[in-house]
């Protein structure tokens, strides 16, 4: 390898990493457009056009902000010049700043935005002519609804509020009092649910006391349920030794009549 051969190598290799670093941070920039807060929300009417000084499809010479003709510049009827936003069409958002004036007369009907072509085309799905200046592939249409978000207002004179049409000379007054920024409604948090006391479990109610447990062991169950009865006063110790003393004497009269007769057989 020659010294020239790799001294261009280097050379092209910081070329690559210089423009590696140019499309990240453009992106990076692209990303956050619209995390900015909104100054002001609406809707309009857009055209397109294609200014490049060229002559060419009504060119009427470099836009007014002095800033080449490029993608994401825009015309507006009141807005200053070098104000910043963005615009939605069919979900799609596409960055823009202000650096032209118009639409003229189209203004008068509501066409209060001018897109330029590539942008245009970006967002209805068609493809930018640089013959023509003009966007093919959309059926030969040059108007489309769009929402527009303003995150920045430029510093000169124009109108800081929705816009209007350019033959009111609002874009050549400065505009002290600007349109109050709309809400940003921001998420809440869920609600945390108070917690449920879970209720206490139910005391378990007390079991009859098992009878068979207050038995005396080797105890039959007559003798057993005869000693759980009440003694009676009546049935009690004394009704028993009543019963008990007759027994006796009882049996004295029977043996008595015995010994009486065997006396009398002699």
Same mark, same amino acid.
């Given at each position: ?34 995390? =900015?807060?909104?100054?002001?929300? &609406? ?22 902000? !002095?800033? #080449? ?22 979900? =799609?958002?596409? #960055? ?7 639409? &003229?007369?189209?203004?008068?009907? !509501? ?33 489309? =609804? ?8 430029? !510093? ?21 009092? $600007?349109?109050?920024? $709309? ?10 649910? #108070? ?25 039959? $169950? ?45």
């Amino acid at each position: 390898m020659s010294a020239r051969f790799g001294m261009r190598s280097i050379a092209l290799l910081g070329a690559g990493l210089i423009g590696a670093l140019t499309v990240s941070t453009t992106a990076a920039h692209a990303d956050s457009f619209d995390q =900015k807060r909104p100054l002001l929300k &609406g809707g309009t009417t857009a055209s397109y056009f294609w200014d490049d000084s060229s002559g060419r499809a009504g060119d009427t010479g470099l836009p007014a902000s !002095g800033k #080449p003709m490029q993608k994401g510049l825009v015309a507006s009827p009141s807005w200053p010049l070098f104000t910043e936003g963005y615009v939605i069409y069919k979900g =799609k958002k596409a #960055p823009f700043f202000v650096g032209d004036r118009g639409p &003229g007369n189209p203004s008068n009907s !509501g066409v209060m935005l001018d897109l330029d072509a590539k942008t245009f085309a970006q967002l209805t799905g068609g493809k930018f002519n640089s013959s023509t200046l003009g966007v093919d592939g959309v059926g030969g249409e040059g108007h489309i =609804k769009v929402q527009y978000v303003i995150t920045k207002w430029g !510093g000169g004179p124009g109108k800081k509020n929705h816009p209007v049409a350019f033959s009111t000379g609002a874009y050549a007054r400065f505009d002290h009092n $600007p349109a109050k920024p $709309p809400k940003v409604i921001l998420p809440q948090a869920p609600k945390q649910q #108070p917690e449920t006391k879970q209720p206490d479990a139910p005391a378990q109610a007390a079991l009859p006391a098992d009878p068979q447990q207050d038995k005396p062991a080797g105890v039959s $169950p007559a003798l057993a349920a005869a000693a759980s009865e009440p003694v009676n006063q009546s049935n009690g110790v004394g009704g028993f030794a009543i019963a008990g003393g007759l027994a006796i004497l009882g049996g004295g009269l029977v043996l008595g009549q015995d010994k009486l007769r065997k006396l009398v057989r002699r």
